[in-house]
Protein backbone atom coordinates (compact mmCIF):
# COMPACT_ATOMS: atom_id res chain seq x y z
CA UNK A 1 0.00 0.00 0.00
CA UNK A 2 0.90 3.80 -0.21
CA UNK A 3 3.61 4.62 2.53
CA UNK A 4 3.67 8.02 4.27
CA UNK A 5 7.03 8.72 6.13
CA UNK A 6 7.36 11.37 8.57
CA UNK A 7 10.49 12.14 9.90
CA UNK A 8 11.48 12.72 12.76
CA UNK A 9 9.60 10.64 15.21
CA UNK A 10 10.49 12.15 17.97
CA UNK A 11 12.42 15.57 19.12
CA UNK A 12 13.11 17.03 21.62
CA UNK A 13 14.34 21.27 21.82
CA UNK A 14 14.79 24.08 23.39
CA UNK A 15 12.25 26.46 24.34
CA UNK A 16 12.72 29.65 21.87
CA UNK A 17 14.00 27.44 18.84
CA UNK A 18 12.35 26.11 15.60
CA UNK A 19 11.45 22.83 14.73
CA UNK A 20 11.02 21.47 10.90
CA UNK A 21 8.84 18.17 10.46
CA UNK A 22 9.39 16.52 7.26
CA UNK A 23 6.46 14.08 5.37
CA UNK A 24 7.11 12.34 2.34
CA UNK A 25 4.78 10.39 -0.10
CA UNK A 26 7.28 7.63 -1.31
CA UNK A 27 5.52 6.10 -3.79
CA UNK A 28 2.95 8.30 -5.09
CA UNK A 29 2.15 11.35 -5.95
CA UNK A 30 0.28 13.90 -3.13
CA UNK A 31 -1.15 16.66 -4.53
CA UNK A 32 -2.84 17.66 -0.89
CA UNK A 33 -1.21 16.80 2.40
CA UNK A 34 -2.73 17.67 5.69
CA UNK A 35 -1.69 18.18 9.45
CA UNK A 36 -3.04 16.98 12.43
CA UNK A 37 -2.30 18.01 16.15
CA UNK A 38 -3.07 15.39 18.49
CA UNK A 39 -3.32 16.45 22.72
CA UNK A 40 -2.94 13.21 25.09
CA UNK A 41 -6.30 11.52 25.05
CA UNK A 42 -7.92 14.35 22.57
CA UNK A 43 -8.52 13.92 18.89
CA UNK A 44 -6.67 14.49 16.08
CA UNK A 45 -7.26 17.87 15.14
CA UNK A 46 -6.93 19.66 11.89
CA UNK A 47 -4.41 22.34 11.26
CA UNK A 48 -4.13 22.81 7.92
CA UNK A 49 -4.05 21.66 4.20
CA UNK A 50 -1.46 22.04 2.25
CA UNK A 51 -1.38 21.72 -2.00
CA UNK A 52 1.16 21.93 -3.79
CA UNK A 53 3.01 25.08 -5.17
CA UNK A 54 0.14 27.05 -3.14
CA UNK A 55 -0.23 28.55 -0.21
CA UNK A 56 -1.52 26.19 2.74
CA UNK A 57 -5.33 26.70 4.33
CA UNK A 58 -5.27 27.34 8.07
CA UNK A 59 -7.99 25.49 10.50
CA UNK A 60 -9.67 28.44 12.23
CA UNK A 61 -7.67 29.28 15.41
CA UNK A 62 -4.54 27.77 14.13
CA UNK A 63 -1.95 30.77 13.66
CA UNK A 64 -0.04 30.65 10.37
CA UNK A 65 3.22 32.85 11.26
CA UNK A 66 4.12 29.79 14.25
CA UNK A 67 3.66 26.98 12.37
CA UNK A 68 4.82 27.38 8.70
CA UNK A 69 3.57 24.91 6.19
CA UNK A 70 5.52 24.48 3.14
CA UNK A 71 4.51 21.88 -0.41
CA UNK A 72 7.49 22.64 -2.15
CA UNK A 73 6.89 19.21 -4.69
CA UNK A 74 4.18 16.54 -5.32
CA UNK A 75 6.45 14.39 -2.70
CA UNK A 76 7.67 16.45 0.43
CA UNK A 77 5.45 18.86 2.64
CA UNK A 78 6.90 20.14 6.01
CA UNK A 79 5.75 21.71 9.09
CA UNK A 80 8.55 24.15 10.58
CA UNK A 81 7.21 25.28 14.48
CA UNK A 82 8.93 28.50 15.10
CA UNK A 83 9.94 29.95 18.37
CA UNK A 84 8.59 26.51 20.01
CA UNK A 85 7.29 27.12 24.10
CA UNK A 86 6.04 24.18 26.06
CA UNK A 87 2.87 24.64 25.22
CA UNK A 88 3.15 23.75 21.43
CA UNK A 89 4.53 20.31 23.07
CA UNK A 90 2.18 17.49 20.45
CA UNK A 91 1.86 14.53 18.65
CA UNK A 92 2.16 16.01 14.70
CA UNK A 93 0.91 13.66 12.23
CA UNK A 94 0.57 14.30 8.57
CA UNK A 95 -1.44 12.67 5.72
CA UNK A 96 -1.37 13.11 1.87
CA UNK A 97 -4.05 12.38 -0.58
CA UNK A 98 -2.84 10.96 -3.90
CA UNK A 99 -3.20 13.32 -7.16
CA UNK A 100 -6.41 13.24 -8.30
CA UNK A 101 -7.89 11.48 -5.40
CA UNK A 102 -10.37 13.34 -2.73
CA UNK A 103 -11.70 10.34 -1.10
CA UNK A 104 -8.28 8.76 1.00
CA UNK A 105 -5.66 10.30 3.05
CA UNK A 106 -2.84 8.06 3.78
CA UNK A 107 -1.46 8.87 7.41
CA UNK A 108 2.33 8.79 8.71
CA UNK A 109 3.48 7.34 11.80
CA UNK A 110 3.47 10.86 13.68
CA UNK A 111 5.80 12.89 15.02
CA UNK A 112 6.16 13.84 19.14
CA UNK A 113 7.64 17.26 20.01
CA UNK A 114 8.50 18.12 23.44
CA UNK A 115 9.51 21.77 24.29
CA UNK A 116 11.72 21.88 27.20
CA UNK B 1 -21.22 21.80 14.90
CA UNK B 2 -19.37 18.60 13.43
CA UNK B 3 -18.07 15.68 16.27
CA UNK B 4 -17.54 12.65 17.02
CA UNK B 5 -17.87 10.67 20.31
CA UNK B 6 -16.20 7.36 20.50
CA UNK B 7 -15.78 5.63 23.64
CA UNK B 8 -12.85 5.39 26.22
CA UNK B 9 -10.53 3.14 26.60
CA UNK B 10 -8.38 1.17 26.98
CA UNK B 11 -10.44 -1.90 26.12
CA UNK B 12 -8.92 -5.10 27.16
CA UNK B 13 -10.02 -8.32 25.92
CA UNK B 14 -9.28 -12.38 25.55
CA UNK B 15 -8.34 -13.58 22.26
CA UNK B 16 -11.66 -15.12 20.27
CA UNK B 17 -14.29 -12.26 22.50
CA UNK B 18 -16.42 -10.14 21.01
CA UNK B 19 -15.50 -6.48 20.43
CA UNK B 20 -17.70 -3.48 20.12
CA UNK B 21 -16.31 -0.10 19.86
CA UNK B 22 -19.12 2.56 19.92
CA UNK B 23 -18.85 5.74 17.95
CA UNK B 24 -21.59 8.36 17.04
CA UNK B 25 -21.92 11.68 15.48
CA UNK B 26 -22.90 15.05 15.20
CA UNK B 27 -23.07 16.52 11.22
CA UNK B 28 -25.22 18.50 9.23
CA UNK B 29 -25.86 16.98 5.91
CA UNK B 30 -24.87 12.99 5.06
CA UNK B 31 -21.33 12.81 6.21
CA UNK B 32 -18.87 9.61 5.32
CA UNK B 33 -18.06 7.77 8.03
CA UNK B 34 -14.71 5.64 8.78
CA UNK B 35 -12.46 3.76 11.05
CA UNK B 36 -8.87 4.01 11.18
CA UNK B 37 -6.56 1.46 12.94
CA UNK B 38 -2.67 2.71 14.33
CA UNK B 39 -0.48 0.28 15.34
CA UNK B 40 2.18 0.88 17.53
CA UNK B 41 4.63 2.60 15.76
CA UNK B 42 3.14 3.46 12.91
CA UNK B 43 0.60 5.75 10.95
CA UNK B 44 -3.06 5.98 10.85
CA UNK B 45 -4.45 2.81 8.12
CA UNK B 46 -7.80 3.01 6.61
CA UNK B 47 -9.81 -0.35 8.26
CA UNK B 48 -13.29 0.12 6.40
CA UNK B 49 -15.49 3.47 5.42
CA UNK B 50 -19.09 3.47 4.96
CA UNK B 51 -20.27 6.88 2.45
CA UNK B 52 -24.09 6.64 3.15
CA UNK B 53 -26.68 5.55 5.00
CA UNK B 54 -27.41 1.83 6.16
CA UNK B 55 -23.99 0.86 4.40
CA UNK B 56 -21.95 -1.26 5.94
CA UNK B 57 -18.52 -1.57 5.93
CA UNK B 58 -16.52 -4.63 5.95
CA UNK B 59 -12.66 -5.45 6.51
CA UNK B 60 -10.20 -8.77 8.13
CA UNK B 61 -13.54 -9.76 10.31
CA UNK B 62 -13.99 -5.69 11.08
CA UNK B 63 -17.46 -4.58 10.61
CA UNK B 64 -19.43 -0.96 11.14
CA UNK B 65 -22.99 0.12 9.79
CA UNK B 66 -23.78 3.67 8.95
CA UNK B 67 -27.13 4.26 11.28
CA UNK B 68 -28.37 7.64 10.47
CA UNK B 69 -31.52 7.13 12.56
CA UNK B 70 -28.95 6.79 15.67
CA UNK B 71 -26.00 8.78 14.31
CA UNK B 72 -23.70 5.76 14.62
CA UNK B 73 -21.04 3.98 13.07
CA UNK B 74 -20.06 0.91 15.87
CA UNK B 75 -16.92 -1.02 15.23
CA UNK B 76 -17.49 -5.16 15.79
CA UNK B 77 -15.50 -8.31 15.58
CA UNK B 78 -16.87 -11.09 15.94
CA UNK B 79 -13.31 -12.83 17.63
CA UNK B 80 -10.49 -10.92 17.92
CA UNK B 81 -7.00 -11.52 17.88
CA UNK B 82 -3.73 -10.64 19.74
CA UNK B 83 -2.32 -8.69 16.14
CA UNK B 84 -5.70 -6.60 16.48
CA UNK B 85 -3.92 -4.73 19.54
CA UNK B 86 -3.92 -1.14 18.31
CA UNK B 87 -5.70 1.90 18.55
CA UNK B 88 -8.71 2.21 16.65
CA UNK B 89 -10.17 6.18 15.44
CA UNK B 90 -13.38 6.68 14.02
CA UNK B 91 -13.59 9.93 11.95
CA UNK B 92 -16.29 11.63 9.92
CA UNK B 93 -15.95 13.51 6.48
CA UNK B 94 -18.63 16.48 6.22
CA UNK B 95 -20.29 16.71 2.46
CA UNK B 96 -18.32 19.43 0.84
CA UNK B 97 -16.80 19.52 -2.29
CA UNK B 98 -13.32 19.21 -2.82
CA UNK B 99 -11.15 16.29 -0.76
CA UNK B 100 -11.90 15.24 2.45
CA UNK B 101 -11.55 16.96 5.86
CA UNK B 102 -11.54 14.65 8.47
CA UNK B 103 -13.33 15.25 12.17
CA UNK B 104 -11.57 12.25 14.64
CA UNK B 105 -12.67 11.02 17.57
CA UNK B 106 -10.18 10.78 20.73
CA UNK B 107 -9.68 6.83 19.88
CA UNK B 108 -9.57 4.13 21.64
CA UNK B 109 -6.65 1.87 22.52
CA UNK B 110 -7.59 -2.20 22.60
CA UNK B 111 -5.38 -4.87 23.78
CA UNK B 112 -6.23 -8.32 23.56
CA UNK B 113 -4.94 -10.51 25.69
CA UNK B 114 -3.37 -14.10 24.75
Known amino acids: GAVVSQHPSWVICKSGTSVKIECRSLDFQATTMFWYRQFPKQSLMLMAT?????????EQGVEKDKFLINHASLTLSTLTVTSAHPEDSSFYIC????????????FGAGTRLSVL | GNSVTQMEGPVTLSEEAFLTINCTYT??????LFWYVQYPGEGLQLLLKATKADDKGSNKGFEATYRKETTSFHLEKGSVQVSDSAVYFC?????????????FGTGTRLKVLA
Open chain 1, 50 to 58: SNEGSKATY
Open chain 1, 95 to 106: SAAPGGRVDIQY
Open chain 2, 27 to 32: ATGYPS
Open chain 2, 91 to 103: ALSPPTSGTYKYI
